[in-house]
């Protein structure tokens, strides 16, 4: 990778861990009366992206994966050891299932996919 592409994938590392706290932080939003999980959605949207552009700067699965990792990470640490010493993510929960779902499930479709079209080439 050269130095430029090195910095851009920095700025997707920091921007999959600043979308996860994010997603943890509206996760329990309400919509009047009824919970509505917004973040769930937006996981579903940018991380599959974030491992797109990873896979774009370098074909090796470990440079690609990354912005994944790190945003599963930041799910699990940042909502057990949430602010304050709140758990944010609570096993019983149908949010927490959808964020994590929403968010890791399409991220590794996309990296399967994105291998795929590295290894044909």
């Given amino acids: 990778m050269t130095a430029p592409e090195r910095v851009l994938f920095g700025f997707l590392l920091l921007d999959a ?29 940018t991380t599959p992206l974030l491992v797109a552009e990873a896979a774009r700067i370098s074909p090796r699965r470990r440079v690609a994966g990354a912005p994944l990792v790190v945003w599963f990470a930041a799910v699990f640490v940042f909502g057990v050891l949430g602010p304050g010493g709140d758990i944010v993510l609570l096993g019983n929960d149908w949010r927490t299932l959808l964020l994590i779902g929403g968010g890791a499930l399409p991220s590794a479709l996309m990296l399967g996919i994105v291998m795929g079209k590295h290894a044909r080439t």
């Fill in 17 to 45: 861990a600043v979308l996860a706290v994010i997603e943890l932080l509206f996760l329990p939003s309400y919509l009047g009366a009824v919970q509505f999980p917004v973040t769930a959605a937006l996981a579903a949207m």
